[in-house]
């Protein structure tokens, strides 16, 4: 019998934090490139801070390096990798690349990459085939470097804010010393092939859901129609509370809401604008129809997305220039048959088809996102069409199983017929 510790391909994926509550589109993609009979190490830079995982990082089966996520903590671990690593073949390459852009971008971070990226080259398992990085920010940066010293080859799946807020000299860079790049839109995609010497690196992979883990709920039953206080319209949104995700906007959306709906709302995230929000609840009258839940575990979350009549996402464009890719939580919704409410920035379009799997409406507009709920509310009928329609859509097109065979294939993964379980990664 053949030894898969000797036949599968190892990879080392670096991660910002692992794990992590808010990316559980990462977890589902480890766990299936482990079906695909890849052997993974993972390295994060930073330790979880979240309280509870998800049942799928409990069937996660790979390792994972913590960095030194802050240099002065670790300082004999990073010495000891200092002088392990300026031996391997592409230190000198690897320093004058990292002082190259130290001096475009003086901040501790950026010393912050180089030490982690040493402790990361140092470290490396002899048996590395390749190294695979997601977000093109910093993970992106200390992989890298990483790679550059001990001359691996590297990849990255990028996403939202690491693309968005990432000047375009360092994209550039980047997209030039790697392999292939994966990303989750084709607005992502058109940006990043625009900026490619070779476009032909970048390809479009959405992330998909794995729809085993949210099946089809065949009892939905839209009913409830805002008229009976007994029986209120259950809106629910699920995301961190950060600029991006425009909840200033959904609560001035909510206040006005006409005063003969019955409504009640629940959040599900955590986030540091929970508190700013909350006191604006209050201040609009809204605090007893408001449920704040927290960061929660997958199953509660579906749970919730059971109980709801509708799903909604007020995604805006920050300052910083942050904004959403194709946020997951909008397939959740799909998935549970739940009418959706989102506004038309970044990739949000490229699932929610306007009046015909959901409602999109202009960012930052709270009267549009009011008028919109205010029509879901008192039509279930309309509910039942949108949220049938784009349940289908969903399981057409954004099935995670279509997309994660091809990014194996491309970290080295075995053919199909050769998996160790014989499930093709489902």
Not at 127 to 150: C, D, K, N, Q, W
Not at 259 to 287: C, M, S, V, Y
Not at 316 to 321: K, L, M, N, Q
Request: glycine share 6%; hydrophobic share 40%; net charge neutral.
């Amino acid at each position: 019998m053949s030894n898969p510790e000797t036949e599968f391909p190892l990879v080392v994926v670096v991660l910002k934090g692992y794990p992590r509550l808010s990316e559980t589109f990462i977890a589902q993609e480890l766990r299936a490139l482990e079906k695909s009979g890849l052997r993974l190490q993972l390295v994060s830079l930073r330790h979880p801070t979240d309280k509870s995982t998800h049942p799928i990082h409990q069937e996660i089966v790979s390792t994972v390096n913590y960095l030194p996520e802050y240099l002065y903590q670790e300082p004999r671990r990073v010495f000891s990798s200092w002088r392990k690593a300026r031996r391997l073949p592409g230190y000198r390459a690897a320093r004058a690349v990292w002082l190259k852009d130290l001096r475009r971008d003086l901040t501790p971070n950026r010393i912050r990459r180089f030490g982690q990226a040493l402790v990361l080259a140092a470290e490396m398992p002899t048996e590395t085939a390749m190294i695979y990085v997601h977000f093109l920010h910093t993970p992106a940066s200390v992989g890298r470097y990483a790679a550059m010293m001990t001359d691996q080859k590297w990849a990255c799946s990028a996403h939202a804010k690491d693309i968005w807020t990432t000047p375009e000299w360092e994209l550039r860079e980047k997209l030039e010393d790697l392999d292939w790049l994966v990303t989750c839109t084709s607005v992502n995609a058109a940006y990043l092939s625009g900026l490619a010497a070779d476009p032909k690196k970048v390809s479009l992979m959405y992330h998909g859901l794995d729809l085993a883990r949210f099946p089809d709920f065949a009892a939905r039953r839209h009913v409830r129609d805002g008229s009976q206080a007994e029986a209120p319209v259950e809106i629910l949104s699920v995301g961190r509370a950060v600029a991006k995700k425009g909840y200033d906007d959904l609560l001035n959306a909510l206040a006005a809401l006409p005063g003969d709906i019955h409504w009640h709302f629940t959040h599900i995230g955590g986030g540091p604008l929970l508190k700013d929000l909350k006191e604006q609840a209050a201040d609009l009258g809204l605090a007893d129809r408001i449920d704040w839940r927290g960061a929660l575990a997958q199953s509660e979350v579906l749970d919730a997305l059971k109980s709801a009549d509708i799903f909604v996402l007020a995604s805006r464009i920050a300052e910083d220039g942050d904004r959403d890719g194709l946020p997951n939580v909008l397939m959740e919704a799909q998935s549970q048959k739940l009418a959706t409410v989102a506004t038309d920035v970044s990739a949000i379009p490229e699932l929610i088809m306007d009046g015909e799997t959901g409602l999109l409406v202009e960012p930052q507009n709270p009267d549009a996102m009011a008028a919109a709920l205010e029509r879901l509310i008192r039509n279930p009928d309309l509910r039942t069409k949108l949220s049938n329609a784009g349940n289908a859509r969903l399981r057409d097109l954004f099935d995670v199983q279509k997309w994660v065979g091809k990014l194996a294939e491309g970290l080295g993964a075995p053919h199909t017929s050769e998996l160790r379980d014989g499930t093709g990664g489902s």
